[in-house]
Every structure is written in structure tokens, then in C-alpha cells.
């Protein structure tokens, strides 16, 4: 996977991991064009498009756009599933996961894609595995807070 | 409820925390950017205090504005800060920072290489995980140099959790430090069998994408992968597999043999439909590898087509979209099974979704024959009416267009129906695509010599209809069809059925609006047509009608002389003058047609596109030297007469002798070739072109066959092609019976002597003549072209590096000195030995560094084989055996160029095989060669060997420092040659010697291995605690190397000393 964004419906962007070296400019530029082609499309339409060298595999959750890049060869109904973990991820982590919850927790929600992601891999099929390290890793959080406090 | 109120507290220490600036940037929609500057300028203040909760608020604040498109890179050093961190609270938010917001060429990067090695050597589980997370986002080559070796030690880490993050890295890594890969990779493979499956799939996923890139070097990772493959149940991993065996199958035709069966009864048992995805397109690309030599796979092919049947069934848009993307890869090689779900295909040109349909459009390129070219361009045609959106509908006409003319037309029976499409299309409003259409004409046109009445009729009517197409001119890209008409017109004159109305419509006023280029090409064809009706007329003793073209002419005209560009005005001001001399000689009664018509005469030949690329530079003619002497420096490229060629510049239409640099003159050489390749009326002046044309076989012999006249030629107003559907219909049955008719005649011809050529042209399979034989002029090419030579790869890959032979570990490796960066890899080695020089140890052991690990399942098929050899052994053999071996010994103390000899007098005896060299290959051909699903033992025996075979092959290469190729190729001779168990045999003798071989090799090189290992080395020793490795035995140990030997060869390594000896 050379990418991952989150856009919500009006094209603010919400969550973006690049997997490769990216120039920032590029970024910009190419997250701009993707956006404009992926909120363009009808709801009826497939998920799949190519664009330059690239596919893309979108989904829509409520109002967020799930959208990632992948390469020529890659397999792109798995691409679906690792999108749709994802999104179960989140949904497990912050309960019934919304668009507000991963605008305020931003940070939290990239922990969790970097639990989940790796370089653009995966790193581990299951959810409960990576849940779990996520609670861990908070959890130290949670006592290294308490430590500072104390 | 304490905690509660320190952390208000805390709250209120910071100025906000990320709450409260995103809370705040959705209450300031208006002024969001000055908002957030303030918000920057408050993050600024709140860097410079010093406690580290600050400053981490502040970074986890400025990551949200990178998000959001504000340059943050002025933070950076505020970031490692807060990386280095003790507390993982902040360390975890100045790592995400560092993921988000660094890249290459961020300069603190170079700082982090301490921190993050701490960080990745914390007792603390998380602290490693979050430094190896965001160590993948931002690696570059020096912190991959760096680091390399840290996170080799992580992979055999006691938590799976940071081995599984350690081997995902390690992909990072290697591409950013190919060097790495080659030390690393046996840790890599060892990884496969890690008892965590979150880490072999972590494993999997690594090799699988280094496999893709450059498969041939993982071939021998086949039995191991196949064995996972038919074991494992995570449809994650076994998608990742079956991908990378689609990768390899190109390169071992055998393997795809053996796949077949596990992947067709993965997609009989599996329900998810992204692994029935992924086994239809690898048993796709299997089939496609196996072509050739496989006939009995139309089951494979037939079951992979009805799955795909119901996923294009499926109202899920998305299987639709991928089934048809996966029945256009089976298209390619299997046309007829896909050509049976026509219905299917045209029923998806419906579908609401344009990409599905464009999909659609793509298959039914390759769905097209003679039989069913004329219905489906009809189906295409329909869909063109109603088609909304432009961008759509031009699709359509530019997949109308590629379908016709596909392979020179190949499936066009009937060349009038085509032409009557082409006319079709240009009432197509609004299209980019004219000028397409515009080539299609003259295209067919020029080269399908029966259909030029016919189409001259066409564009006769075009030109007269021309207000039709073009209502609106500027923005009309149909009018480039007006062209290709009046140069139809113009040059094949001599079948206009009323020439003098035709030039009549080309000299209208309203043509005066059209673009330039096409009004010049108007007026010149305006004088073709007048030469040919002269022509016609000067038969009559009535002179009358002549001099009032004339005079239409000299009339008509003056309108373009006064054309603003420059093209039109040129030719219309010459043809004005010529036309008024005409007119001056008609008046004395003179004929002047024949002089006129002199004027036009003359074959156009296509030329083919790359004909000019193609010339071969003469001898002795050197491109790159100076034709004059180069232009003074103070004269600038820009003040060179660009606008010799322009059109601004009137005036200026003499080239002055300027001396022009050789940019100048390759610009303008561009520039006329351009001009010559866009003009129709450039002769390639070349006699040889010619003589080529005249050569072409069938050009002037392919009979013509008359144009069926059943077709109504006049036809008022614009052509339908519709009534061709039918009509073909019918020209097809009478054919067919005519054809048996002939075919009787033929006999009885034959019978009686040498019976005459018929008329019918080629059969095709379907036993469709075409209507007009296609005078398909082939394209011209000048003498001696040179072949293409496309090299279409690209040499900023950034895989291309990772393209290391991975078997031949050791040979590589000792081939070429070890660099600096490559002494990462080295390990420790325990058990106790034999007596060897410590220094020649150092050697032994650098150049060995995975065979250790492979000891047991070494041992494992040594036994297998002993047992097999026993069972199997034949005198015969044996003695054949000898022999060779006796042969190659020679070869080996031989020269250089001896061995050259042999090596290609063998390659010469021998088939050839796939690039798999090595004796990996024999192992793999057993492996290959065994029945297709091996019983349980078997196959084990068959994976312990491929495993263990790197570390016996790959001495092989050091005994030939300087013939780097030779052992390979007579191994691979020795494993193209054994067959079936015979190989066995071999294969234990190949290893004797390259046990000798390596042998001979330390001997030989001991004195610049040693002194090679780093301190560094020394601590990843330390640090890595590695499998016991039963037979090997200690030689000697220092601070920074321990050596081994392998007691088990130890025997025959000294033989061979003595045999070196002798």
C-alpha cells in the first residue's frame, strides 16, 4: 500500500499515512486530485479506479471516505478488508466510532492504523491482538501520566 | 477525584490543548488561517519553555495542522525533543510527529540515530514498537545503514509482537540499504516458521513483496511457500502466497503444473471472495505461462471463467468491476471462452457505473471477430446515442474506432460499412476525437485501394453537408474531418461522380472559417480537382465548361489569398496564378490538362510511423560533429531565428544562412519531419521506398474484387451503416455458396493443369471472405531498418537494487571483496573443532553465514537421498559418473578459455532451461518433478532440501574468483541433464565438489578475509543468541569471531586439499 487517507464528505482531510517518501508539495497536490475524483463518483458506483500508476480503493463509512492506494498487482478486494478492519478497529477502540471522535482523537486513531499498518503491510490479522497492545500501550500512557502527577 | 483536579490544573497550564484548537478551528470557519496563525505563534512560545509536557502538547498540536496543510518543518528539532522523551506519553506523540512530518531530506533525522537505537533496545516493549513505527515511515538510507543491524537483532526478539514489528521493517530497510538484504535474509526465511503467526505472516508478506519485484531469486523458496500454502488457513497470508507464485510461475512453468490443483481447489472451497480473486487471476497468469505446452487445462480455464461469470453476475459493483478486470487477462490468451459470454459483457455497457463500462469496452476490444464485429459496433453505436457526458461517449467513439482497425483491420469484412461508421460518428456533437476519425478515413482510404470509389462518394457528400458539421467551428474538433475528406476528394478525383460540384463545395465562402491548416489543404485539393476535371473535359470539343471552372477558380480564390495564415495564402496565391496562365492557354485553344494533371501524379504510399527512426546512420557519418563552426558564446540559443518556420513572421520568409548550433538544427529537423509526417502531400523521395512498394507482395496482384453493387452508391444525404448488418448478412450466404461452388471448379481445375488464382482471398477461420480484399499496404520501412531495440525499463527503480541473487548467497559474497556495509551480517557460530588458522576462520565463517541453520534439514535429505541413491544406484552410473566428475576436475585446474569451450559445447548439448541456476535448481527440479501432490514425507524431504541447498551451492562460485560464471554453468548443465532420479546422484557428487571447492576457495583467500570484521560485529554477538547448531564444531574464538567447521564435510574438504595438492 503506497498510502492511506481519511476525507470526510466536504473534502477536509482527516487522516493521511503515506508509505512511501513522499515530497510534502506531492502530497498536497496528489491527496487535492484524489479527493476531487473520489467525492465526484455516485454511491452506486464501484470502488476501484486507477489513477496514474496506481489503483485506488475507496469506501465511504457515514460521512468519512476511506480511501487507499495501492499498486498494480495488489489484490484489491483485500485492500476492502483491510479498510473495513480498520474501520472495525476504531469502531471497537472508541465505541461506535464517528467522524468527531477521530477529528479529536487524531492522534489516537493513528496509533491504532499503526498498530494495525506497517510500512503499508499488515501487521497482524487480528483484531484482538492489535487491541490489545493499543490498551497496553494506553495504559503505560496511563501510568506514566500518573507518575508525572504524583 | 484528586486526579480530576490536577489535571484541570494541568489544563489550564497549557494555552490549549488539541481539543481545544481543533474546537476552535470549527468555530473559526471564517478566519481559519488567521486563527491558526495565532495558534502557531502560541505553539511557537510554548516550544521555547522547558517542560517536555509542553512542548509535547505543542508538537501533538503542529501534527494536526501538518494534516491540515500547514508547514510545520520548522519544528522538526522540537520534535526529536520530544522523541526523546523518557516518558512513552510523549515519546508516542514525538514519534507520530517524526512519521507525519519528516521525510529524506529533513536535516535532524540525522540526530535521531542514537535516540531511536536506545529506544529500539528499551526493556519496554512499546517503546521499541513505537520507535520500530515510526522508524518505517521516515527510514532513510543512513539510518537504514545505521540501524540495520539493531533491528536484525529485534527479529529473533523473545515478544512476537516486536519480532513481527522488526521483520515488517526490515522491508523498509532493505530498500533503502539494499546492502542489507543479503545478510539479512536467511533471519528473513527462518521467520516464515516463527511459531507466532503474526509473525510469519509478517514474514510472508516481506518476502512475498521482494518476491514480486525480483522473483527469479526466491524460486527456491517455492516448496517452502508451497507447503505454507497448503497448510495454512489466514486467507491474509495465503493471498500473499499465491500472489507471489503468480510472480514466479513465469520463470518455472513447472511449478504452475503443480499449482494448478491446489489453487483450483482453493477456489471450489473458499468463501471469501478476495482469496477466489486472487487464485483465479495466479491460475490465470499459470495458464498464461503455460500456453504453450499445456493443452488439458481448459477445465482450469472454464472454471476460472464461470467464477467470473457470477462475479460479474454479483450486484456488487465491485466484483463486477474486478471479474471483468480478471476476464480481460484471460482474454489475451483464451479468447474463445470469454467470447462465449458476449451477452454478459454487452449487458455490463448498461451498468449505471462509467467505470464498469469502460471495463466492459476494454473486453469487448479483444471479444471482436468477423463474425461479430459488424453487431457489436452496432450495440457500441446505439450506446454512443444515448451516451451522456462527453467524456464517456468520446470513450465510446475512441473504442469504436480501436476495435475497427485493430490489427490492420483484421476483423473489418466489409469496408463500406466501415467508412459509413466513420460518417456516423462525425455527427457526433462536440467529440475531441476528429481528428481520429480524420486518419481512420484517409487511412482507409490510401490503403484499401477497392474501397476508394466508394469512400470518395462519402466524403463528396461530406463536403457538400459541411455546414452540418460544423456549427460551431472554434470549439468543433469534428471539422478535422473535413480534412481528411477534401484530401480524399482531391487525390483519388478521379472516382468523384460530379467533380465540378465537389470543388464547387470546396471553395465556398464559409470554408474561409475553417482553421488554417484545413483551408490549406482545401485549396490544394481544390487544384487536384481542377486538374482532373480538366482533364475530363478535354475530350470535348466544347471548351466552354473548362474555361468556366476556370473562371471559378480565378473567381473563388482571391478569397483565400487573403487568408491570414500564412499556409493558405502561400498555396492559394500560387494556385491562383497558375490557374489565370490555365486560363490565358485555354483561351489560345491549348490542351494543358495532361501538363495540369502532371502536376499531381503519382502514388502516395503510407510511410510507417517509425520509418524515419529507423534509417541507419551511414558509415562514416558522424551525427554529433559540427557542420559549421559553433555559434560564438555570446550569441544566445534564444536570438537564433526561431521564426523561420512560425507563421507570426510573414515577412521573414527567407531563411537567412545563420550559423546554428546543433539544437537549432535537430529542432528544425524535428520540425520538418513533423511538417513532412503531417503532410500528405510529402513523397518520400527515397527510390528505394518504391521499388519496396513494388515489391510488396500483392500490392498491384491481390485481386480486387468488385464492390458489391447491391449498395446504393449515391446515397442521398449521410450513409446508414445499419443497412451493411444486413446486407453482409446476405454477401455472406451468397459466398458461402458461391465459394462451394469454386471450390467444385478448383478441383476440377486442378485436376486439368495449374488452375488460375481465385478471386475469393483468403479463408479466414470462420470462412469469411471480406467484401473488399484489403489492399493493406504495409507500411513503409527504409532499406535495412535496424530491429527495435525498446528498452522499456526503468532505471530509477527502486527495486531494481534488491535484485541480489539470494541462493548464490556465498558465491556473491566472496566474489567480490567484502565492503564496509556488508559486515553486518555476521553471526556466532558455536561448537568445537578442528585446527584452523584464526584468520582463516574469519574467512570460512563470513563467507558461511546462514549454513549453520540449515545443518539439521541438511542432514534430513542427506539421509533421503543416501536411501533413494541405494535403491535406485546402477553400475552404469556410477562409472558415468566418474567420468565426469574426472572431466570437470580438468576443466576446473584448466585455463579459462579451455573451460569457455567446454561450457559452451555442453550449453549446446543441453536444453535450455529457466534462469534458476545452482544446483538449487536440481533440488527444486526434484521437487518440481514429483508427482504434483506429494505425500507427507516426500514433501518434507523435498522443503528440508531446497532449504538447505544455499549453503552447499553457493561455495561453488569461490573457486571461481575469476570465471565467476563456470561452476554454475556446468552445474547447470549437470541439472539440465540428470533426469528424474538419476539427479540424486549427481547432485551428491556436485556437492562433494563444491565442498572442495570452498575449500580451495578459503585457502586461496584467507589473507584479505580476515581483518575485515568490525567492532560492531563483535556486539551483535553478543546481543544474539542463536539456535544451537549440533554438528558444528568450534575451530577458534576471539573477542570478535567465533569459527566453526562443519565436521560432517570435513573429511572431504581435505581430500580435495591433497587432490589440489597433486
Given amino acids: 500500500m503506497r498510502f492511506m487517507l481519511l476525507f470526510s464528505r466536504q473534502g477536509k482531510l482527516r487522516l493521511q499515512k503515506w508509505y512511501t517518501a513522499t515530497a510534502e508539495r506531492d502530497k498536497k497536490k496528489m491527496v487535492r486530485e484524489l479527493m476531487q475524483i473520489v467525492l465526484a463518483r455516485k454511491p452506486k458506483m464501484c470502488s476501484f479506479l486507477e489513477w496514474r500508476d496506481l489503483k485506488i480503493v475507496y469506501k465511504r463509512y457515514a460521512s468519512l471516505y476511506f480511501c487507499c492506494a495501492i499498486e498494480e498487482q495488489d489484490n484489491e478486494l483485500i485492500t476492502l478488508e483491510v479498510i473495513h478492519r480498520f474501520v472495525e478497529l476504531l469502531d471497537k477502540y472508541f465505541g461506535s466510532v464517528c467522524e468527531l471522535d477521530i477529528i479529536f482523537n487524531f492522534e489516537k486513531a493513528y496509533f491504532i492504523l499503526d498498530e494495525f499498518l506497517m510500512g503499508g503491510e499488515i501487521q497482524d490479522t487480528s483484531k484482538k491482538s492489535v487491541l490489545k497492545a493499543i490498551e497496553q500501550a494506553d495504559l503505560l500512557q496511563e501510568v506514566s501520566w500518573a507518575s508525572e502527577l504524583t | ?1062
Fill in chain 2, 1 to 1062: 477525584m484528586a486526579l480530576k483536579i490536577v489535571k484541570g490544573s494541568i489544563d489550564r497550564m497549557f494555552d490549549k490543548n488539541l481539543q481545544d484548537l481543533v474546537r476552535g478551528i470549527r468555530n473559526h470557519k471564517e478566519d481559519e488561517a488567521k486563527y491558526i496563525s495565532t495558534c502557531i505563534d502560541e505553539i511557537k512560545q510554548e516550544l521555547k519553555q522547558d517542560n517536555i509536557a509542553v512542548k509535547a502538547n505543542a508538537v501533538c498540536k503542529l501534527t494536526y495542522l501538518q494534516m491540515l496543510g500547514y508547514d510545520v518543518s520548522w519544528a522538526a528539532f522540537n520534535i526529536v525533543e520530544v522523541m526523546s522523551s523518557s516518558k512513552f506519553t510523549y515519546k508516542r506523540i514525538g514519534y507520530l510527529a517524526a512519521s507525519q512530518c519528516f521525510h529524506e531530506n529533513t536535516d535532524v533525522i540525522m540526530l535521531t540515530t542514537n535516540q531511536i537505537r536506545k529506544d529500539l533496545s528499551s526493556p519496554n516493549q512499546y517503546d521499541t514498537g513505537v520507535a520500530l513505527t515510526g522508524l518505517s515511515c521516515f527510514v532513510t538510507p543512513d539510518l537504514a545503514r545505521d540501524l540495520a543491524n539493531d533491528i536484525m537483532t529485534l527479529m529473533s526478539h523473545t515478544k512476537p509482537y516486536i519480532r513481527k514489528k522488526a521483520v515488517l521493517i526490515m522491508y523498509k530497510v532493505f530498500l533503502k540499504y539494499p546492502e542489507s538484504l543479503r545478510p539479512a535474509f536467511p533471519r528473513l526465511k527462518e521467520k516464515l516458521e516463527d511459531p507466532d503467526p503474526g509473525v510469519q505472516s509478517a514474514a510472508v508478506n516481506v518476502i512475498c513483496e521482494l518476491a514480486r519485484r525480483n522473483p527469479k531469486n526466491y524460486l527456491s523458496l517455492a516448496p517452502l511457500f508451497f507447503k505454507l500454502m497448503t497448510s495454512s488457513t489466514n486467507n491474509w497470508v495465503l493471498i500473499k502466497i499465491i500472489k507471489l507464485f503468480g510472480a514466479l510461475t513465469p520463470l518455472e512453468p513447472r511449478l504452475g503444473k503443480k499449482l494448478i490443483e491446489p489453487l483450483t481447489n482453493l477456489i471450489h472451497s473458499t468463501s471469501a471472495m478476495s482469496l477466489l480473486y486472487e487464485c483465479v487471476n495466479t491460475v490465470i497468469a499459470v495458464l498464461i505461462s503455460l500456453s504453450s505446452g499445456m493443452p488439458n487445462h481448459s477445465a482450469s480455464i472454464q472454471l476460472c471463467v464461470q467464477k467470473l461469470r457470477i462475479l460479474i453476475e454479483d450486484s456488487d459493483q465491485n466484483l463486477k468491476y474486478l471479474g471483468l478486470l480478471a476476464m480481460s487477462k484471460i482474454l489475451k490468451t483464451h479468447p474463445k471462452s470469454v467470447q462465449s459470454h458476449k451477452d454478459l459483457i454487452l449487458q455490463c455497457l448498461d451498468d449505471k457505473d462509467e467505470s464498469i463500462r469502460l471495463r466492459a469496452l476494454d473486453l469487448l476490444y479483444g471479444m471482436v471477430s468477423k463474425k461479430n464485429l459488424m453487431e457489436i459496433v452496432k450495440k457500441l453505436m446505439i450506446h454512443v446515442d444515448k451516451a451522456e457526458g462527453t467524456t464517456y461517449r468520446d470513450e465510446l467513439l475512441t473504442k469504436i474506432i480501436d476495435i475497427c482497425s485493430q490489427s490492420n483491420y483484421q476483423y473489418i469484412t466489409n469496408f463500406e460499412w466501415y467508412i459509413s461508421i466513420l460518417v456516423e460518428l462525425t455527427r457526433l456533437e462536440g467529440t475531441r476525437h476528429g481528428h481520429l476519425i480524420a486518419s481512420q478515413m484517409l487511412d482507409v482510404a490510401i490503403r484499401v485501394k477497392a474501397i476508394r470509389v466508394f469512400a470518395v462518394a462519402q466524403m463528396a457528400t461530406l463536403l457538400d453537408n459541411a455546414h452540418l458539421l460544423t456549427g460551431n467551428m472554434q470549439r468543433n474538433g469534428i471539422c478535422e474531418v473535413l480534412y481528411a475528406a477534401a484530401w480524399i476528394c482531391g487525390e483519388f478525383s478521379e472516382h468523384l461522380e460530379n467533380p465540378v460540384q465537389t470543388l464547387e463545395a470546396m471553395l465556398r465562402p464559409k470554408v474561409a472559417t475553417l482553421p488554417g491548416h484545413i483551408q490549406a489543404v482545401y485549396v490544394q485539393n481544390a487544384a487536384k480537382l481542377f486538374a482532373t476535371i480538366l482533364k475530363n473535359q478535354e475530350g470535348n470539343t466544347d471548351s466552354t465548361a473548362a474555361q468556366e471552372t476556370s473562371q471559378m477558380m480565378i473567381d473563388r480564390l482571391p478569397l483565400f489569398v487573403q487568408s491570414a495564415n500564412l499556409e493558405v495564402q502561400e498555396r492559394a496565391s500560387c494556385i491562383l496564378q497558375l490557374v489565370k496562365y490555365i486560363q490565358k492557354l485555354q483561351q489560345k485553344d491549348v490542351e494543358v490538362a495532361e501538363e495540369v494533371s502532371a502536376l499531381f501524379a503519382g502514388e502516395l504510399n503510407p510511410v510507417a510511423p517509425k520509418a524515419q527512426k529507423k534509417v541507419p546512420v551511414p558509415e562514416g557519418l558522424d551525427l554529433d560533429a559540427w557542420i559549421n563552426e559553433p555559434p560564438s558564446e555570446s550569441e544566445s540559443e534564444d536570438e537564433q531565428p526561431k521564426a523561420i518556420f512560425t507563421k507570426e513572421e510573414p515577412k521573414h520568409s527567407r531563411p537567412r544562412h545563420t550559423e546554428v548550433d546543433e539544437k537549432e538544427l535537430a529542432r528544425r529537423r524535428e520540425a520538418r519531419k513533423q511538417e513532412q509526417a503531417n503532410n500528405p502531400f510529402y513523397i518520400k523521395a527515397s527510390p528505394s521506398s518504391q521499388k519496396v512498394y513494388q515489391e510488396a507482395p500483392g500490392v498491384e496482384h491481390i485481386p480486387v474484387v468488385q464492390i458489391d453493387l447491391s449498395v446504393p452508391l449515391k446515397v442521398p444525404g449521410l450513409p446508414m451503416s445499419d443497412q451493411y448488418v444486413k446486407l453482409e448478412e446476405e454477401r455472406r450466404q451468397k459466398e458461402r455458396a458461391e465459394k462451394k461452388k469454386k471450390e467444385k471448379k478448383k478441383r476440377k481445375e486442378k485436376r486439368s493443369g495449374r488452375g488460375k488464382k481465385h478471386d475469393s482471398g483468403p479463408e479466414s477461420e470462420e470462412d469469411i471472405t471480406p467484401a473488399h480484399v484489403v489492399d493493406i499496404v504495409t507500411e513503409e520501412m527504409p532499406e535495412n531498418a535496424l530491429p527495435s531495440d525498446d528498452d522499456d525499463k526503468d532505471p530509477n527503480d527502486p527495486h531494481k537494487a534488491l535484485d541480489i541473487d539470494l541462493d548464490n548467497l556465498l558465491e556473491t559474497t566472496a566474489r567480490r571483496p567484502l565492503a564496509d556495509s556488508e559486515k553486518l551480517p555476521v553471526r556466532s557460530h558455536r561448537a568445537a573443532g578442528a585446527p584452523k588458522s584464526p584468520a582463516e576462520d574469519g574467512e570460512a565463517e563470513n563467507a558461511t553465514p546462514q549454513e549453520p541453520k540449515k545443518k539439521s534439514s541438511k542432514e534430513k535429505r542427506d539421509k533421503k537421498k543416501d536411501k533413494e541413491r541405494d535403491r535406485k544406484r546402477s553400475k552404469e552410473e556410477k562409472k558415468k559418473k566418474k567420468h565426469k566428475r574426472e572431466e570437470k576436475e580438468e576443466d576446473l585446474l584448466g585455463g579459462q578459455a579451455e573451460e569457455a569451450a567446454v561450457q559452451s559445447e555442453e550449453t549446446k548439448e543441453v536444453e535450455a532451461q529457466p534462469s534458476s541456476t545452482s544446483a538449487e535448481v536440481s533440488d527444486l527440479d526434484f521437487w518440481l518433478s514429483n508427482a504434483p501432490v506429494p505425500s507427507n514425507t516426500q514433501e518434507a524431504a523435498t522443503v528440508a532440501a531446497a532449504e538447505a541447498d544455499p549453503a552447499p551451492e553457493a561455495p561453488a562460485g569461490t573457486a571461481a574468483d575469476s570465471e565467476p560464471e563456470e561452476p554454475k554453468d556446468t552445474e547447470t548443465e549437470e541439472s539440465k541433464s540428470s533426469k528424474h532420479k538419476k539427479k540424486k546422484q549427481k547432485k551428491e557428487k556436485e556437492e562433494k565438489e563444491k565442498k572442495k571447492k570452498k575449500k580451495h576457495h578459503h585457502h586461496h583467500h584467507h589473507s584479505d578475509g580476515g581483518g575485515e570484521e568490525s567492532v560492531q560485529n563483535g556486539t551483535v554477538e553478543e546481543e544474539e543468541p542463536l539456535p544451537p547448531m549440533s554438528n558444528y564444531c568450534l575451530l577458534a574464538e576471539n573477542s570478535y569471531i567465533k569459527m566453526v567447521s562443519d565436521g560432517d564435510c570435513d573429511a572431504r574438504l581435505w581430500k580435495f586439499v591433497l587432490l589440489s595438492i597433486c
